[in-house]
């Protein structure tokens, strides 16, 4: 990973703009795409798990104190929905490695030269404006917000500590890895749009 970002790095300096930020953006967009395939698989898995919440709900209430046959009426409900619960997590088990790896590869990397991007003076240092802290709680609670169909006092919950817990940890962490955080949550928003967008045409048309 430190290797691309030298490799984005000397494209940028080609470019004549030789930027660090600029790097580590161009960066997070080609890993973003490289993964786009497990993303729309990952969104389209969460997509069916959300339409059959009424169902499941239904079958939950209908057969509380029976654990056996819950079990298998939720399996029968999956089987003619063609979904499967563990798709949504298959996919970001396999993106964990990669995602592992450019945490360590920023927050670990060597910069020749100052780092400095649009604000920031020294991409390897916390953001002293506490900006990319801040958008990177607002970007995580958005994206959160995008994949939620049902709020419930446990997802409300959720949905404000895991973007205060990730602004928090933000304020410590190097801004270059923050700006991959932040640019990450962008173009994954952006994507998830997109797919929500194109199935709520799709079943419009199947609807007519």
């Known amino acids: 990973m430190q290797g691309a970002l030298n490799f984005f790095y000397n494209l940028t300096a080609g470019m004549g703009i030789a ?9 997070t967009i ?15 898995s969460m997509k069916a798990m959300q339409d059959i919440q009424p169902k499941m709900k239904e079958i939950q209430t209908k057969y509380k104190g029976n654990p056996e046959k819950l079990n ?3 399996a029968t409900l999956y089987k003619e929905a063609g979904v499967n619960p563990l798709a949504g997590c298959l996919p970001l088990i396999v993106q964990m490695p990669f995602l592992i790896a450019i945490f360590y590869a920023i927050r670990d990397y060597h910069y020749v030269q100052s780092p400095s991007f649009l604000w920031m003076t020294d991409l ?5 404006t506490y900006i990319l802290p801040v958008l990177s709680a607002l970007t995580t609670y958005i994206q959160q917000k995008q994949t939620t169909a049902e709020m ?19 304020l410590s962490f190097p801004g270059g890895l923050v700006l991959y955080w932040v640019v990450s ?7 998830q749009w997109f797919m929500y967008r194109n199935n709520s045409s799709v079943a419009r048309e199947e609807a007519r």
């Open 19 to 27: 930027n660090y930020g600029v790097a580590i953006i161009l960066l």
């Open 30 to 44: 080609a890993i973003k795409a490289l993964m786009y395939p497990l993303t729309v698989k990952q969104v389209k």
């Open 72 to 74: 298998k009426e939720l």
């Open 124 to 128: 390897a240092q916390p953001d002293p």
């Open 152 to 170: 419930n006092q446990q997802t409300k919950m959720m949905m404000i500590f895991m973007p205060l817990f990730i602004g928090y940890i933000s």
């Open 185 to 191: 949550n962008i173009f994954q928003i952006i994507q």
